[in-house]
Structure formats: C-alpha cells, structure tokens
C-alpha cells in the first residue's frame, strides 16, 4: 500500500512506494550515505520500498505535502491537518480558523505546530477539538452592547 506518513512529533515524513516489506536492509541517501537525515529501504529483490526523511521540515516544503488529502496524510495515532484541510472539516473559511488560532495563542493556548514562521501550521484533531470548543465558548461577532 502506497502511503505518505507525517509524525510531527518526531518530525518525519515517512514515503511507502511499495506493499513489499523492507526486507533488504537500507541506507542513507547520497554516493556515500552523506544524507544522514534520508533513509532508503530496500526488499529482497533490491527494489526501493520506502523512503523515511528524518527532520523533515527543514529539508522538505511542508505546505506541499499539507496540501494533500488528509485520509493520506496522517501520522501514526492521529490525523494532521493544513489550514484548509482543518476549516474545511469545520465548514468554516481558513481566514476564520487563522483568525481564532492567533486570538487562542494571544490567550496563551498552545495550539497548532509551527517549526518557523514560513512553514505551515499543522494541526491534529486534538488541536481541532480544542478549537471548536474555544468557538463554541466564544461566539462570533461583536459582542452585544448592555441595554440601558
């Protein structure tokens, strides 16, 4: 089975090109293994099967990757989400899930994961929970004025 595989705990992006298990060793990457964070798996046969890059957001463009479907994208225990991935889920617009993400951490709610300021948020359905349960305690709109 083919699959992409993002741990953002261990930050890992794990590639699966093949059902084959990887039986025949692996290596770094590079002539020389020189590519220590890049991981080739082999089967029996010599064919590549899997591909693991440890690091994964300084070496790949994570906005690409997060851009995918979340039914493939996900990491061992939980589904990741992009932005527009999680405010789709929600049926709300990405400026409105933004929006509530920077008021939560302005609150000093740790939400999200963000490893520098031009990668993408990446958000887990614990981070999604705990988003509806801040809108639904914080509705939208100004608040009302008191009546005199």
């Known amino acids: 089975m083919k699959s992409l ?3 953002p705990e261990t930050d890992t992006l794990h590639i699966t090109l093949s059902s084959t298990t990887a039986s025949g060793g692996a290596e770094n990457a590079g002539t020389d293994g020189e590519h220590q964070d890049i991981i080739l798996s082999y089967n029996d046969n010599d ?5 693991t890059i440890e690091n994964a957001s300084k070496g790949v463009d994570m906005n690409d990757i997060l ?6 994208l996900h990491g061992k225990t939980e589904a990741i989400y992009s932005i527009l991935e999680l405010a789709e889920k ?9 929006n ?3 008021s939560m951490r302005a609150s000093g709610i740790d939400i999200g994961k963000q490893y520098g300021p031009t990668y993408p948020i990446i958000l887990s359905e614990p981070d999604a929970q705990k988003i509806v349960q801040w809108r639904n305690e914080h509705p939208r709109g100004r608040p009302r004025l008191a009546s005199v």
């Not at 064919?47 to 591909?51: A, D, F, G, Q, Y």
């Not at 851009?67 to 493939?72: C, K, N, R």
């Not at 929600?90 to 933004?98: A, V």
């Open 5 to 7: 595989e993002y741990f």
């Open 47 to 51: 064919k590549l099967v899997s591909i």
């Open 67 to 72: 851009s995918g479907h979340a039914e493939i």
């Open 90 to 98: 929600l049926d709300i617009t990405p400026r409105t899930l933004r």
């Open 100 to 102: 509530t993400i920077h």
